[in-house]
């Protein structure tokens, strides 16, 4: 059975950072991607950033890219998202999720396993 459990969101001013961790069970390392995505009240859910386990590499949103980082730690099954130069727009519930990787990184119905997420706010 897949888990995924998120961790690391809070509440900073604008400017700050913020690191979230998703910890994975059940998961394979081949050809699976993880992705984050957050959903602000009132907006459709988008997607962030993505990781492919297997070989690293990864995807950004334009929103984020610059100042967002993944990176992994595939002996724990664990995805960082390292959020620097937070701006009040990248407030809402993160998620993360997982599955095999599919043709769009950023298309929330490629995944089908999530997370139950994380807040982050970011005051101005």
């Known amino acids: 059975q897949v888990q995924l459990v998120e961790s690391g969101g809070g509440s900073v001013q604008a400017g700050g950072s913020l690191r979230l961790s998703c910890k994975a069970s059940?998961?394979?390392?081949?050809?699976?991607?993880m992705g984050w995505f957050r959903q602000a009240p009132g907006k459709e859910r988008e997607g962030v950033a993505a990781i492919g386990l297997q070989r690293g590499r990864t995807h950004y949103s334009d929103s984020v890219k610059g100042r967002f980082t993944l990176s992994q730690d595939n002996a724990k099954l664990t995805v960082y998202l390292q959020m620097n130069n937070l701006k009040p727009e990248d407030s809402g519930m993160y998620y993360c999720?997982?599955?095999?990787?599919?043709?769009?990184?950023?298309?929330?119905?490629?995944?089908?396993?999530w997370g139950q997420g994380t807040q982050v706010t970011v005051s101005s």
């Open positions: 999720a997982a599955d095999s990787c599919g043709a769009h990184w950023s298309d929330s119905s490629d995944y089908l396993h």
């Open positions: 059940g998961i394979t390392v081949i050809n699976t991607c």
